[in-house]
């Protein structure tokens, strides 16, 4: 696990199946109902609605989805030992794909979550699980990370490597412009925890208008 810019890890051949991960970013092409995630300036990922819930699923894309679920347990790995579960429905995460648009490169503004759960408001957010499941490497698909003040990092894109990061008010992380003509594709699955007795600041998702971030 790495600390900095907050914790992190890199978890590759997460998948025994890697035929099952293939067809799961094969199964993106079937889908014809997908929502634009951005703040107006810095859009440009589509995501599917995760609001749709999982029976909407490619079989393949949910039987990977589960997969996360069943086999990645943030208290195996992390410091921080938080009594957290992962949302079956993936409320926040799904199926999520930057595309080439429009000539392009599709793009996501340096950012960070939602505190909370936009359904069951006394969950909150703890830990973000990004499965990659595109083959083909560009360097454009590294997530990038940065904790507001000085200290930034990345999280390398590879098939079938599971990046899992602590989600907070801090935990700012973006993509800069994806190479024109590719799309990047991943399945995301969010660690949540119950708030009782919790007095966790309820914050909006925001973003962080310098694209300078990423350089």
Known sequence: ?????FPHISNKNFVENEA?????AESFEQLDSWVEYGDGENDGQIQYCSELGRK??????????????????????????????????????????????NDEGGYLGMHVDASHHGINKNW???????????????????????DGESSRGK????????????????SWHG?????????????????????ENDDTPMIKAKFYNQMELFE
Not at 91 to 97: A, F, H, L, P
Not at 182 to 189: E, H, I, M, N, Y
Request: include cysteine; charge should be negative; proline fraction near 6%.
């Open 175 to 195: 993509l800069p412009e994806i190479t024109k003509g590719l799309d990047r594709k991943a399945l995301g699955v969010v660690y949540w925890r119950t708030s």
């Open 56 to 101: 909407n699923y490619p079989p393949a894309a949910l039987a990977v989805l589960d997969y996360i679920c069943e086999n990645f347990d943030p208290n195996d790995y992390f410091v921080e030992q938080l009594k957290c579960f992962p949302d079956h429905e993936f409320y926040g995460g799904g199926m999520m794909n930057t595309p080439n648009r």
């Open 155 to 170: 999280l390398k894109y590879e098939f079938n490597t599971l990046n899992v990061f602590r989600c907070s008010a801090n």
């Open 124 to 146: 909150v957010r703890c830990y973000s699980a990004i499965l990659c499941i595109s083959e083909d490497y560009d360097e454009s698909f590294d997530l990038h990370l940065f």
């Open 20 to 24: 099952l991960v293939r067809a799961a």
């Open 1 to 5: 696990m790495k600390e900095k810019p």
